[in-house]
């Protein structure tokens, strides 16, 4: 029977959905998914957005008649199936209206700690991190900058924020550490604003216009900022952003592995390693903002020049409007490439030739080309970590380990890649810890150790390897929530975040979430680890 749909709803007629990145294929049930957009007949933009909240409350409900599982879908950049289910996905990549918040919408106390209502600016959960950029530093005026970013864009906010996207930004954290509020969408009948007690944002006209039920916990805002979509659908983000600001990036190569990289790596002291950056760590009107080594683990040895890292940094810099454009080499490399950019590169090389054998003679022809040092480059947020293409089956891993592990465990993944040679490279990078419950960046200072490589058995053993020689050897780690994670399981997820902290997250879940609401957005992957309490 023919269902009455509301305006801003249609069905998707999906069951074989495949991510963005081709390293899973995933069945939905058949005529259980969705597509949303923006209703065309409220009369504007504010009356749209909260008609659109009623549509989230009908897909509830509409779940909760015909006993599915729901999952909003954003731009299927997980390499997980952290954001799938058994039950249908709902399209909601067209959500993308965005609204500056007037000084009325914004509380006192916000005002009070010397922020300003520019300072935010509120979102639907479909816009990507792209076109976040474009609307912030393009449009708005004056020009705005996001305070963190992803080494790429593709990302939907929502997506981002529910498994833990994140930069190199040591100084501010990841994309989440950014957000002061989240619209949820929880039942049938119930939405909420979640923001810290510790930090209220929104005044009580905003909350007339919104119509939701405010909720000001420390817990429960820390507990949803990642939540990998299961705390119910995300419709709204409130982002604080900042004034804009330029990056300068430099990139240095066959630097030497010895004890002054070592102290740099794992603790961000540069004190004897300075005199190798291409400026002072602080200084007048330029601070170091993003510090990453880059390794080709088969051509890796301490102390020797010919087989050092690759260095990345980037600066902090005042705004100007004629600073020279990023250009594209004569080798096809953006200035600022990526490991994951290094892959797919290769996977365009191999093609359906593609062979675990042949792809460690390529990382060690292209780590060079791709992160050559070069002079100065110039960009925005926007404009430096901008938007690769897919480009086949890569894999992709992310380790979190205290940064004073760091050494350490990068040696012992070159002993392990003298094994088991990997099909890719490796960075690291640095992120600032983050107060979420379940942030996988939750050391004080986290490092990633980001391995991008070919989907293939090796590469899957690989991490298998390292997974386990950590745990052999008692160092603490977490695992990226998008990224490759198939050997998490409920003692392990414990074991790396603590029964407080899993047990605090599973109340707070259970404090949003009645029965009936709790089975439409409950999947697979929490039921795996233990979350689905």
């Given at each position: 029977?023919?269902?009455?749909?509301?305006?801003?709803?249609?069905?998707?007629?999906?069951?074989?959905?495949?991510?963005?990145?081709?390293?899973?294929?995933?069945?939905?049930?058949?005529?259980?998914?969705?597509?949303?957009?923006?209703?065309?007949?409220?009369?504007?933009?504010?009356?749209?957005?909260?008609?659109?909240?009623?549509?989230?409350?009908?897909?509830?409900?509409?779940?909760?008649?015909?006993?599915?599982?729901?999952?909003?879908?954003?731009?299927?950049?997980?390499?997980?199936?952290?954001?799938?289910?058994?039950?249908?996905?709902?399209?909601?990549?067209?959500?993308?209206?965005?609204?500056?918040?007037?000084?009325?919408?914004?509380?006192?106390?916000?005002?009070?700690?010397?922020?300003?209502?520019?300072?935010?600016?509120?979102?639907?959960?479909?816009?990507?991190?792209?076109?976040?950029?474009?609307?912030?530093?393009?449009?708005?005026?004056?020009?705005?900058?996001?305070?963190?970013?992803?080494?790429?864009?593709?990302?939907?906010?929502?997506?981002?924020?529910?498994?833990?996207?994140?930069?190199?930004?040591?100084?501010?954290?990841?994309?989440?550490?950014?957000?002061?509020?989240?619209?949820?969408?929880?039942?049938?009948?119930?939405?909420?604003?979640?923001?810290?007690?510790?930090?209220?944002?929104?005044?009580?006209?905003?909350?007339?216009?919104?119509?939701?039920?405010?909720?000001?916990?420390?817990?429960?805002?820390?507990?949803?900022?990642?939540?990998?979509?299961?705390?119910?659908?995300?419709?709204?983000?409130?982002?604080?952003?900042?004034?804009?600001?330029?990056?300068?990036?430099?990139?240095?190569?066959?630097?030497?592995?010895?004890?002054?990289?070592?102290?740099?790596?794992?603790?961000?002291?540069?004190?004897?390693?300075?005199?190798?950056?291409?400026?002072?760590?602080?200084?007048?009107?330029?601070?170091?903002?993003?510090?990453?080594?880059?390794?080709?683990?088969?051509?890796?040895?301490?102390?020797?020049?010919?087989?050092?890292?690759?260095?990345?940094?980037?600066?902090?810099?005042?705004?100007?409007?004629?600073?020279?454009?990023?250009?594209?080499?004569?080798?096809?490399?953006?200035?600022?490439?990526?490991?994951?950019?290094?892959?797919?590169?290769?996977?365009?090389?191999?093609?359906?030739?593609?062979s675990d054998i042949l792809v460690p003679p390529l990382v060690n022809k292209l780590f060079p080309l791709?992160?050559?040092?070069?002079?100065?480059?110039?960009?925005?947020?926007?404009?430096?970590?901008?938007?690769?293409?897919?480009?086949?089956?890569?894999?992709?891993?992310?380790?979190?380990?205290?940064?004073?592990?760091?050494?350490?465990?990068?040696?012992?993944?070159?002993?392990?890649?003298?094994?088991?040679?990997?099909?890719?490279?490796?960075?690291?990078?640095?992120?600032?810890?983050?107060?979420?419950?379940?942030?996988?960046?939750?050391?004080?200072?986290?490092?990633?150790?980001?391995?991008?490589?070919?989907?293939?058995?090796?590469?899957?053993?690989?991490?298998?390897?390292?997974?386990?020689?950590?745990?052999?050897?008692?160092?603490?780690?977490?695992?990226?929530?998008?990224?490759?994670?198939?050997?998490?399981?409920?003692?392990?997820?414990?074991?790396?975040?603590?029964?407080?902290?899993?047990?605090?997250?599973?109340?707070?879940?259970?404090?949003?979430?009645?029965?009936?609401?709790?089975?439409?957005?409950?999947?697979?992957?929490?039921?795996?680890?233990?979350?689905?309490?």
């Amino acid at each position: 029977m023919p269902i009455n749909l509301p305006e801003g709803i249609s069905k998707l007629p999906i069951t074989a959905w495949q991510n963005g990145h081709q390293n899973f294929t995933h069945n939905f049930k058949p005529d259980c998914s969705f597509k949303l957009t923006i209703p065309d007949s409220p009369p504007d933009s504010a009356a749209k957005y909260l008609a659109t909240t009623a549509n989230f409350q009908w897909l509830i409900q509409y779940a909760i008649d015909n006993n599915i599982q729901l999952r909003a879908l954003g731009n299927g950049w997980s390499f997980s199936q952290v954001g799938v289910c058994e039950g249908g996905l709902v399209d909601t990549k067209s959500l993308r209206l965005s609204f500056k918040l007037s000084d009325s919408f914004v509380s006192q106390d916000y005002l009070d700690t010397g922020h300003e209502s520019g300072d935010l600016f509120l979102t639907q959960c479909g816009m990507s991190i792209l076109m976040l950029n474009e609307k912030l530093e393009n449009d708005a005026n004056p020009k705005r900058s996001l305070k963190a970013s992803g080494a790429s864009n593709g990302q939907s906010i929502a997506g981002a924020t529910s498994t833990g996207t994140h930069g190199s930004a040591f100084k501010v954290g990841a994309v989440h550490d950014t957000i002061r509020g989240l619209h949820i969408v929880v039942g049938p009948h119930r939405h909420v604003w979640i923001e810290k007690k510790s930090n209220p944002i929104v005044s009580d006209a905003f909350m007339n216009w919104l119509g939701a039920e405010l909720i000001r916990d420390d817990d429960i805002f820390n507990a949803a900022v990642v939540s990998f979509g299961s705390f119910g659908f995300i419709h709204g983000i409130l982002i604080e952003t900042e004034p804009i600001f330029l990056l300068e990036e430099q990139r240095a190569a066959s630097v030497l592995y010895d004890d002054s990289l070592i102290k740099a790596i794992n603790n961000l002291d540069f004190s004897e390693f300075g005199i190798k950056l291409p400026f002072p760590p602080e200084g007048p009107d330029k601070e170091l903002y993003h510090f990453e080594v880059l390794v080709n683990p088969h051509q890796f040895e301490p102390g020797n020049p010919d087989k050092g890292v690759y260095l990345k940094t980037m600066y902090k810099i005042p705004y100007r409007s004629d600073y020279p454009k990023r250009v594209r080499d004569d080798q096809g490399f953006t200035y600022g490439e990526n490991t994951l950019g290094v892959i797919e590169t290769i996977l365009d090389t191999l093609g359906t030739g593609i062979s675990d054998i042949l792809v460690p003679p390529l990382v060690n022809k292209l780590f060079p080309l791709a992160f050559k040092a070069s002079g100065d480059a110039f960009g925005t947020v926007g404009e430096t970590f901008n938007n690769p293409k897919f480009r086949g089956k890569a894999a992709s891993a992310a380790i979190a380990v205290d940064s004073s592990n760091a050494s350490h465990v990068l040696e012992e993944i070159i002993a392990i890649n003298h094994e088991t040679p990997f099909p890719g490279g490796l960075a690291m990078r640095y992120v600032k810890g983050t107060s979420a419950i379940l942030g996988f960046t939750h050391f004080e200072l986290s490092c990633i150790m980001e391995l991008d490589g070919v989907d293939s058995d090796v590469s899957r053993r690989f991490f298998s390897k390292i997974w386990e020689r950590l745990e052999e050897l008692a160092i603490p780690y977490t695992l990226h929530w998008g990224k490759f994670n198939f050997n998490l399981n409920p003692g392990r997820v414990r074991q790396m975040y603590g029964d407080v902290a899993v047990d605090k997250w599973i109340a707070c879940r259970n404090k949003l979430l009645d029965a009936d609401s709790k089975k439409v957005f409950t999947n697979n992957f929490i039921q795996s680890i233990g979350l689905d309490g």
